[in-house]
């Protein structure tokens, strides 16, 4: 394991930014600020964190419809972010795509997927850019554990490892898909992707060095020709599928527990490792995630609305006098 | 009894899965507490057991082909397609697999599937969870589609749906769930390739399906406060189609609007349009017009979703340019 101060000061303050986004999304969706489906990302911080912390904007990562994480941890901009949560003009996509289909091309964020299992082909695709013009990237599709059983996913596994592609499976095992418990059993996942050919570990998702250092190993394995990896890292989804669901169908006892055990930000800073992270330094990088976040907002509910107009930008193909 | 969509669904699969024990429910959290995402499969496990409503992983390729294949065997699943976009994840087993079996197999074969599957824009959640896709599945051959805009139609469609021995796919426009109508009790059956009029009127056609029936009548109760008297046919089926009844009510009217919240390129309004233009040609007085969403995916922004969609102001309006030809 090899992490810069800069490097351990990144991890808490990506994971710590995305606790406290997440916390105010959900007040304000509450508050009826915000539109559409929103899914929160809450205790796998540590997951994304870890998995692009080693990132540049040349390499990719397809997301899920879970994805607000992922865009932070690549290095999205808040404000950009919020102005396309909130449907803005100005957003990252002009507001038409929203939470569930967010993208950054400028940073290799391929997108946000409301399609379960849609994002690793679109992954390995991107991974086969990379090895085609040997650039030395990497590629990287989050999946879910309820993502890891759809057709589409068992194909990129089996992809990849044909192709050699330098990608990184990244498994995010929260137990639950919507309102079902996976009847899969912690592990199942890994060997899965194993059985294809690749290397696969399960790691506990909450252990953000544990994690970093899985994720370390596996992107020198794709930038150095070493082909794919897959990685399961098991976690706890915090709050309900969506905002909005109260998650009545959990047992409480076990979702409290969950919850307790689970949570990366203390674990993290009980580290030894983490050990140059004075409480002064916490408090500054504190401060300045609340600021950011509040001008992000008040920048975001000041913004305009798309005019009737921009229904019509990004249209390739159009039909004169009949467009409706 | 009067009870919205969402209730008359599920309340005609209660009784279709006591009718007949072969009649079996599988998709994704359909036997979760909660009934689904928007509660249609609520109190079917409790009553009818885990062996015949099933809770599946997240495959839907497995989902829609299995649902086939086990009506190819003997079973009649109603298998859930939670929303209609997700059709490009199973589109093989659909339109080369279940849709071919009773002609390619040369008669040996029926199958008696019913896909329910949630459809339409309005509800926020942007391009890949909006579409409505059904003039793509009416498309195909071999494949019946079905579009109810109202609860007591859903109850007699859906009765019919599951009781037919070929595939169907039962389209739900999301924005209606919770739209309440007068529903009758018991058994309810309606048949396949009917339209309802409903609205009777002379002066013009205007023709809707799923949720633009409900559009086009109350564009339809607004141009009656005008004068004008509008006719309103809703489809109720997209294939197999009523073409008879069109044609008839253009015969009385003359004129023809259809309003479709497809995309306007190989529409059901294109289809209609076509329909008319070879077998009504001389019943019209005044070119058809199509109202339907514009040529593009659907926007996650509300202020552009809500401009989308077919309105009745648009609807108010076609009428009007139609009528003044
Ligand atoms: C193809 C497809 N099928 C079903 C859905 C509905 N859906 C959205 S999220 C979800 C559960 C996904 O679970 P998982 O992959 O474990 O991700 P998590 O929500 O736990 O992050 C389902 C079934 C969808 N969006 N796309
Ligand atoms: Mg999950």
Not at chain 1, 233 to 262: I, K, M, P, T, W
Request: hydrophobic share 40%; glycine share 10%.
């Amino acid at each position: 394991m090899d992490m810069s101060p800069e490097k351990l000061v990144d991890a808490y303050r990506l994971m710590k930014t995305i606790r406290e986004f997440e916390e105010r999304m959900r007040s304000e969706y509450q508050q009826g600020k915000l539109p559409g489906f929103i899914h929160i990302y809450r205790n796998q911080e540590a997951i994304a964190v870890a998995a692009c912390l080693d990132m540049t904007n040349e390499d990719y990562i397809a997301s899920t419809h879970r994805g607000h994480g992922h865009c932070i941890a690549k290095g999205c901009e808040i404000e950009a972010m919020l102005l396309e949560l909130a449907c803005k003009e100005d957003g990252l996509c002009n507001g038409k795509g929203g939470s569930m289909h967010i993208a950054d091309m400028s940073k290799g964020m391929l997108g946000a997927n409301a399609i379960v299992g849609g994002g690793p082909p679109i992954a390995a695709g991107a991974a086969l850019t990379a090895k085609t013009l040997g650039n030395g990237a990497v590629s990287m599709a989050f999946i879910g554990d309820g993502a890891s059983d759809q057709g589409t996913v068992a194909e990129s596994l089996n992809l990849a490892v044909v192709l050699q592609l330098p990608m990184i499976f990244m498994y995010e095992n929260n137990r639950y898909a919507e309102f079902t418990r996976s009847p899969k059993p912690d592990g199942r996942i890994a060997e899965r992707a194993g059985a294809f050919g690749m290397p696969s570990e399960v790691i506990d998702g909450s252990d953000f060095f544990a994690m970093y250092d899985a994720c370390q190993q596996a992107i020198a394995r794709g930038r150095d020709g070493g082909g794919p990896t897959a990685i399961e890292a098991v976690c706890n989804r915090y709050y309900g599928h969506f905002e909005g669901d109260a998650q009545a169908y959990r047992d409480q006892e076990e979702l409290a527990q969950e919850r307790a055990v689970s949570d990366p930000i203390p674990r993290f800073l009980a580290d030894p490792r983490a050990a140059a992270l004075t409480a002064e330094k916490i408090a500054d990088i504190d401060v300045a995630i609340m600021a950011e976040i509040d001008r992000g907002f008040e920048v975001t509910y000041a913004a305009a609305d798309p005019t009737p107009d921009k229904l019509y930008t990004d249209v390739y193909i159009h039909y004169e006098g009949r467009l409706r | 009894m009067k009870m919205t969509i969402r209730e008359a669904i599920n309340l005609t699969l209660h009784q279709e899965m006591e009718r007949d024990e072969r009649v079996i429910v599988l998709g994704e959290d359909v036997a979760s507490d909660q009934g689904g995402v928007y509660g249609i499969t609520d109190g079917l496990p409790a009553k009818f057991g885990l062996h015949r409503v099933i809770d599946t992983p997240i495959t839907e390729s497995a989902i829609v082909g299995a649902a086939g294949g086990a009506a190819l065997t003997g079973l009649r699943p109603v298998a859930e397609l939670m929303f209609v976009d997700f059709l490009g994840v199973c589109l093989d087993q659909i339109l080369n697999q279940i849709a071919k079996f009773r002609y390619m197999f040369g008669g040996q074969a029926r199958t008696p599937v019913v896909i329910r599957t949630m459809i339409g824009a309005g509800t926020g959640t942007g391009p890949q969870h909006s579409q409505i896709l059904y003039p793509l599945l009416a498309a195909i051959p071999g494949i019946k589609v079905v579009t109810p805009a109202n609860a007591a139609d859903a109850k007699g469609l859906l009765t019919t749906a599951i009781r037919d021995d070929d595939p169907v796919i039962f389209c739900e426009h999301k924005a209606l769930y919770m739209d309440e109508c007068e529903v009758p009790d018991g058994e309810y059956v309606l048949p396949f390739g009917q339209a309802s009029i409903s609205a009777e009127g002379s002066d013009i056609t205007i023709v809707g399906m799923s949720r633009t029936a409900v559009i086009a009548g109350e564009a339809a109760a607004k141009l009656a406060q005008k004068g004008i008297s509008a006719e309103v046919i809703d489809l109720r089926t997209l294939s197999p189609l009523d073409e008879a009844s069109v044609l008839e009510s253009l015969a009385k009217t003359g004129r023809l609007v259809v309003v479709d919240e497809s995309n306007p390129y190989c529409s059901m309004a294109s289809e209609i349009a076509g329909l008319v233009a070879e077998r009504g040609f001389d019943t019209l007085d005044a070119p058809v017009k199509r109202v339907t969403s514009p040529h593009t995916p659907v926007p996650a922004t509300p202020c552009l979703e809500a401009d989308y969609v077919p309105s009745v102001e648009r609807v108010m309006a076609a009428v009007e340019e139609t009528l003044s030809y």
